[in-house]
């Protein structure tokens, strides 16, 4: 069973930071990419960061010079620097791992529960 447990969510004020972790653990092979979405509500779920194995990263215009992904392989975990957060980031953010179960296995897309972020003005 493979799990992805999320933390560091939490409210901050505008300009503030948080910074969230995302650990995988199971019976793993391998991690590719891990990414962090987020859903505010009434939007769709969109793409925030995103990050390969090999640690060429990927953001989103809206978060660009503001947020910063980075993961630790030997953890199986990525976080989330958030700085100079704005109202507009308050959603709920959702950890993603593309993985392998077994050599040769098909690479399978796991997601985490969600931690609430709240910025407020």
């Known amino acids: 069973q493979v799990q992805l447990v999320e933390s560091g969510g939490g409210l901050v004020q505008a300009g503030g930071s948080l910074r969230l972790s995302c650990a995988a653990s199971?019976?793993?092979?391998?991690?590719?990419?891990m990414g962090w979405y987020r859903q505010a509500p009434g939007k769709q779920r969109e793409l925030v960061a995103a990050i390969t194995s090999g640690g060429s990263t990927n953001y989103a215009d809206s978060v660009k010079g503001r947020f910063t992904i980075s993961r630790d392989n030997a953890k199986n975990t990525v976080y989330l620097q958030m700085n100079s957060l704005k109202p507009e980031d308050t959603a709920v953010y959702y950890c993603n791992a593309d993985l392998r179960l077994r050599l040769m296995g098909p690479p399978i897309g796991y997601w985490g529960q969600g931690t609430q972020v709240t910025v407020s003005s």
């Open positions: 199971g019976r793993i092979f391998s991690i590719n990419a």
